[in-house]
Every structure is written in structure tokens, then in C-alpha cells.
């Protein structure tokens, strides 16, 4: 069935069409409250570990240990490393609160001599091709054999360990390997989860994904692959792969150092496949192994007596904390926050993982003991795991889902983003999608969306839990106290409401501080419960209509600001890259320098005329945007933001690249640009971006100039 046919069978139906993907329709439920995930393999419970210390070792050497820790552990978890304190805490907290016991040796190698013997012998892997490492994780996992780098193969032979295959020079590149596996390995794999770890040295995430024992423990496929469109063979092979995994099945590790985050987050959920972010996440052979709640979490939700009467010359402020979704931040208690001494002095929301009450509970178990009164746990990006729900073949599913995981913790507000890069700058518009989370959590207080700030997106009330956009967001490098004083300023109706999302790395002192010196006696900083409450009175009362933020002078003053401290950068990117595509196309895939694109030269399949027309296009959809910020523009859609960029700057010299490059886009899956072609247009988008910069009057482009 076509998209067209698609479209006639949702209108015939009866169906409410939320997007080109997906029909929001009610399937038959299975049970009013949804059902749990039940994708993770059952593993034995954790009695006792052997706890070694795992600092200071090389790349191969991690992988080698948690390997075996994988191999040893999915009879029976036997093995436990120390990398940092919070590995130190959950030691303690399981054996305190689980009964587990513990017995410490000096290093990893004690544990090979002590287990080696339970293998049956080692998968050499090929250091000059990295992703035969990935694919001796499953090889490994299948026939309880550890994958080993050639110079720690002494290390293993001298427990008595033979090579039992031996993956070098055994194929040309990585969709060789991967092709390999798909085909000989993955019928034998697990078929519900799949694992993504990062080769690309040295870009990040390499060297960040340490969940290598929990890949092999359960013969989980795990692969490098771009989700971005200019790497074609990349998404051609993750779709045989994706087409091979049972739905929903759920991606853990984290991205390709190729794609950005939300290509992998979307190209993933439009195949029903949910996300688990694994950054540095020792012993999860552990932390899945110890014993399940019987009885949900309960949290105290403030009532709207409780919170009210809403003041008019109020502003009220609810800070929620990001990351909540990942491993690393519920191990580190919120990614460390918290462990900051001012933890519990400030009404703060954080995202809280659901799916943690059954797949580490015992991690989800303390991070509610070490929740004060001032805390506030809310359903984490976006719901039971990390998806981009709309874009899901089946949403309703997903929902009830999160449904039976929010009510197991006492959750009663959630963080729904949706995002599409490809198309989009912000939250992407789900029409259909506000109703569909009212009707599936009903239960719910309300929800928050926007994983980067906006004043210009709507707020959507048309059903009984609001959907609010982040108003002003705290960023790793966000100044806190002007940030939220200029937003405030910005905004002077009164009451005035702004959910403030805050990067997960601002320690609650900057918070504090920043507070500290705002007026005191006209804000109010709520939780997110509170927070809705008194918006739906102020509603009641017609204090606050359906736009939180009516007048836009000051919030685009912000943005025009915003854009003025972005543009140098991204305009020297830009003539930069005009003047790489003076190069011939031999030239070019030869000499270019930029580290990310001589991997992907290297080490890929993707063509350089992809290469050079890509960062065209993303170049001009930047370069548009920004131009429209700082005449106090807004974009969004990026098409939309292309047309404004036409109808706004139509006049300069070379304007018609924008438009030229998106139709390029549009176009991309079906027609390749040719090299030249596309290295026309980055090299007029470079003198587009010339005339802009003098339109604007910002000077100074002499010292970026491609002369």
C-alpha cells in the first residue's frame, strides 16, 4: 500500500490521521490499564559478586572485561566492577537493602584465572576494521567465547583460553560484517532488543558505551550505523536489521558518532523501535538482576487546594530536570543532582525513567527513597522509554504502555516530545496526538513537550490535562540568572507561567544562586504538579488565555539575540565550506581535512557528492534560520522557514540557493545530487551567505572571507 492508498484507508475508517506513518486509531485493549514491556530477557537473581576495580584500563581491556563479565554473569551474576562512587553506592545499597554479599579481589585478571574456565575459548576481532569488535559481542555471546583485541590475546591464553574463530581481514568494511551477522547470526540472536556502540575513534560517543556485558549476556546484535539520509548504505542495511527485530523491540548503547540524536531516535521509532540510552553504565548484568517491586511507588501529588488561590501578579516557575531516560542519570541519582548539597531546598521536577521499576529496580527503588518533599518525579522523555511517540507505528500502544508503567511509579505528568530534524527545528506538530495522550493517560495532571525552549510554539488545551511547550530552557552553558530575569522581563502579563526545562549538568547551586538574586515576593517556584493546577485556575478565572506568552516584542528582541551570538560561527562554517568545494570531486575525497568527513570517506560507504550536497543544504537551512531569528522571525518548520527566508531576503544576491537546496531535499531519497552540482550550490551558498552578513550589517567578514 502507497501513502496515497494509505491516506484513503485512514479517511474510509473513520480513523483520526496523525501522521504519514501512522493511524491513531484505538486497537482493541487488552487490559483498561495497558501492560508491562515485556522485551527484557528474565535473568537469575543476584546472590553474590566477586567486586574488582575497573579504573584506568584502555579501550580493548574495558571491553575484554565486561565481556567476560556478560559471558559469566548470564548463568548466575557473579561479577561486579568498581569504575566510580556510584558503582561504591549501589554495592552497598544491594547488599544493605537486598542481602547481597560481596567479596573484594585485586583487579579484573583475578576473575579470568577464577572463571576462565566456564568459556570456551576467545573470537580474535580485527583492530584495522573496528566494527568486527560489535560483531565478536554476538559471535562471542553464541558460543560463550570472548572477544579479544590481538595484543590481550597473551592475557588469555594464559588462563588456558584458545581461539576458537578469528575475524581478521575477513571482510572489506563494516556493512560486509554486519551483512554477515544479519544473515549467519541474527536468526540465533535475541530478536527483541538490538545494541549500538560507536567504532568511530575519535569521535564521541566512542569509548562511551560500557554495557558490553549485558550486549554478549543476551546475544543482542550490536552494529555502527547512521541514521542520517546522506548516508545511504547505512540505512539501507539498519532497515533489513530493524525489519528483522519483533515490535516494539527497543536500541540500547547510543548513537552513531555519524548521526545526531534525533535522526537516530526517529529512524528508529518510525520502525517501532524505542531507545535506551546506555552511556556508561557498568554492571547492568547486575543492576537487572535484583528483585522486582510487588507493590507500585506512591508519590504525594499536591491537589489544587493545596497549591491555589492563583495570584495575579504572580509569576510561577517549575523546573524540570533533563536525561531522566537514561541509565547513567538514574545510576548517578539524576545524573549527580541529587548529591548537590542544596538537593530538596527548591520545588524541582525530574524525569524519571518508568520502565525502571522492572528493568533496574532496585536503582528506580532508591532514587524514590532519596526523593525529598520539595521533589517532584514526572514520566521522563517520552514515556516508558526514549521514543518520539507520534512517529511510532502504533502510538495508542506505546501510550498504554507508559500508562501501566506511570501508574506502577506514581507518576501523573509526563515529558511527550516529538521530534523530525529532517523537517523540523523544534517539536514537530502532531495533529490528533494531544487527545490521544488524554484519552490514554487520563489520569494525568498534564504534559510538557520541547526539548529545546521556544515563546512562539502553541500550548494546547483542548482537552482536560494541558500540553505545555518549554517557555525558556537552562543550558549547560546558560548564564541562569540572566537567562531566566531577561525571559521574565520579556513577558509582562501577569499571572505569568514558564516551565523552564534544565540541562542536567546545571548543578542546583547555579539554580540557587540564580534564584537567590530574583525578586522574591513575585515568584513562585512550583513542581510540575502545582504547576498545572494553577494554570487551569488561572484558566478558570480567564486570568491566562491559550497563549502563556500574548505579546512577542520582548521574547523576539531574545531571539534576534540569540541568533546575533550563533551567526559568526555557523557564517565561517559556511564560507568554509564554499571553499572546500572548490575542490574537484577526486580532490576533494583525497585532501579534505574535517575529521568527521574524512571518517566518513574512509570508512564508509557514503559518496562525497552526498558528502558536499548535505552540508549544503543543512548549511542554508541554518543560514535562513538564523537570518529570520535576528530579524525576529520565528522557524519551525523548515520548509515554512525557507519560504520566509525567500519572501524576507528574496531580494539579496543568490537567495534562490535556499529554495534551490531545500527542493534538493525534498528530493533526496529519490534523486542524488551529482558532486559538481552540489558543490555549485555550497559555493553560491557561500556567497549567499557573504551578501547576508552585509544585509545585516554585522561586518567583519573580511576575516572569515574565502578569498
Not at 527542493?663 to 551529482?674: F, L, T
Amino acid at each position: 500500500m502507497d501513502r496515497r492508498d494509505f491516506l484513503a484507508t485512514c479517511a474510509a475508517s473513520g480513523v483520526v490521521l496523525g501522521h504519514p506513518f501512522q493511524c491513531l486509531a484505538k486497537p482493541a485493549l487488552t487490559s483498561d490499564k495497558g501492560s508491562p514491556l515485556e522485551i527484557f530477557p528474565e535473568v537469575p537473581l543476584v546472590k553474590h559478586v566477586q567486586v574488582a576495580p575497573l579504573q584506568g584500563v584502555s579501550l580493548a581491556e574495558r571491553h575484554l572485561y565486561t565481556c567476560f563479565q556478560g559471558l559469566i554473569n548470564r548463568t548466575e551474576p557473579r561479577i561486579y566492577y568498581v569504575g566510580d562512587e556510584n558503582d561504591e553506592l549501589w554495592l552497598d545499597y544491594y547488599g544493605e537493602q537486598y542481602g547481597v554479599g560481596h567479596d573484594q579481589v585485586k583487579n579484573a585478571d583475578q576473575l579470568l584465572e577464577r572463571f576462565s574456565s566456564e568459556l570456551e575459548g576467545y573470537v580474535l576481532y580485527d583492530p584495522n576494521l573496528p566494527d568486527t569488535r560489535n560483531v565478536a559481542v554476538l559471535l562471542g555471546g553464541l558460543k560463550n567465547a570472548l572477544p579479544v583485541h590481538p595484543d590481550l590475546v597473551p592475557k588469555l591464553e594464559k588462563v588456558g583460553l584458545k581461539k576458537i574463530d578469528d575475524l581478521t581481514g575477513r571482510w572489506n568494511d563494516r556493512y560486509e560484517a554486519y551483512s554477515w551477522v544479519l544473515e549467519e547470526l541474527l536468526p540465533q540472536a535475541n530478536r527483541n532488543l538490538l545494541g549500538t556502540n560507536c567504532v568511530d575513534e575519535p569521535h564521541w560517543p566512542t569509548n562511551s558505551v560500557w554495557v558490553d556485558d549485558y550486549f554478549i549476556a543476551h546475544n543482542i546484535f550490536v552494529s555502527d550505523l547512521s541514521a542520517n539520509r546522506r548516508d545511504r548504505a547505512d540505512r539501507e542495511l539498519l532497515d533489513k536489521i530493524y525489519a528483522e527485530i519483533k515490535k516494539p523491540g527497543c536500541l540500547i548503547g547510543w548513537r552513531s558518532a555519524r548521526n545526531i540524536e534525533h535522526e537516530m531516535v526517529g529512524f528508529a521509532a518510525r520502525r517501532g523501535i524505542y531507545v535506551l540510552c546506555a552511556l556508561s553504565t557498568l554492571n547492568m548484568t547486575v543492576h537487572t538482576a535484583i528483585p522486582r517491586a510487588t507493590e507500585p511507588f506512591v508519590q504525594d501529588h499536591l491537589d489544587e487546594e493545596e497549591v491555589g488561590p492563583v495570584e495575579k501578579g504572580k509569576i510561577y516557575v517549575s523546573f524540570m530536570n533533563t536525561d531522566g531516560d537514561s541509565l547513567y542519570s538514574m545510576l548517578g541519582l539524576q545524573s549527580g543532582r541529587f548529591k548537590d548539597p542544596e538537593h530538596g531546598q527548591i520545588p524541582y521536577t525530574w524525569a524519571f525513567f518508568p520502565l525502571a521499576y522492572d528493568l533496574i529496580p532496585g536503582v528506580a527503588r532508591y532514587n524514590y527513597e532519596q526523593k525529598k518533599a520539595n521533589d517532584y518525579f514526572a514520566a521522563s522523555t517520552c514515556g516508558v522509554a526514549y521514543t518520539y511517540p507520534y512517529l511510532l507505528p502504533n502510538s495508542r500502544e506505546y501510550l498504554r504502555t507508559t500508562r501501566y508503567y506511570m501508574e506502577k511509579t506514581g507518576l501523573r505528568t509526563a515529558y511527550m516530545s516529538n521530534w523530525d530534524d529532517d523537517w523540523w527545528w523544534q517539536d514537530m506538530e502532531t495533529p490528533g496526538f494531544h487527545e490521544a495522550l488524554c484519552e490514554e493517560l487520563p489520569d494525568a495532571f498534564g504534559f510538557v513537550r520541547g526539548m529545546g525552549e521556544s515563546a512562539f510554539e502553541p500550548h494546547l488545551f483542548g482537552c482536560q490535562a494541558p500540553y505545555i511547550f518549554c517557555g525558556e530552557g537552562i543550558h549547560s552553558d546558560s548564564d541562569v540568572y540572566t537567562t531566566l530575569r531577561d525571559f521574565i522581563e520579556a513577558n509582562s502579563n501577569r499571572p505569568l507561567f514558564v516551565y523552564c526545562l534544565v540541562n542536567h549538568n546545571t548543578k542546583l547551586g547555579e539554580i540557587m544562586g540564580a534564584t537567590s538574586r530574583l525578586p522574591k515576593d513575585t515568584i513562585e517556584y512550583v513542581r510540575l504538579d502545582a504547576f498545572f493546577h494553577l494554570l487551569k485556575q488561572a484558566r478558570q478565572h480567564g486570568l491566562v488565555g491559550d497563549e502563556l506568552y500574548p505579546d512577542k516584542t520582548g521574547v523576539k528582541k531574545i531571539l534576534a539575540k540569540e541568533a546575533r551570538a550563533a551567526w559568526p560561527g555557523k557564517y565561517a562554517s559556511i564560507l568554509e565550506h564554499g571553499k572546500r568545494a572548490k575542490m574537484d570531486e577526486e580532490t576533494f575525497i583525497t585532501e579534505v581535512k574535517d575529521p568527521m568527513v574524512r571518517t566518513i570517506l574512509d570508512r564508509t560507504r557514503t559518496k562525497a557528492n552526498d558528502v558536499i550536497c548535505f552540508d549544503a543544504i543543512w548549511d542554508s537551512m541554518h543560514l535562513a534560520r538564523l537570518a529570520l531569528n535576528i530579524q525576529g522571525i520565528y522557524a519551525n518548520n523548515k520548509k515554512k522557514g525557507a519560504e520566509d527566508f525567500m519572501r524576507t531576503f528574496g531580494d539579496v544576491e543568490e537567495a534562490a540557493v535556499v529554495r534551490e537546496l531545500w527542493e534538493k531535499w525534498e528530493r533526496w531519497e529519490e534523486e542524488p545530487v551529482p558532486y559538481e552540482e552540489g558543490a555549485e550550490m555550497a559555493r553560491r551558498l557561500a556567497q549567499l551567505a557573504r551578501n547576508v552578513n552585509s544585509e545585516l550589517n554585522f561586518g567583519g567578514e573580511e576575516q572569515a572571507e574565502d578569498k
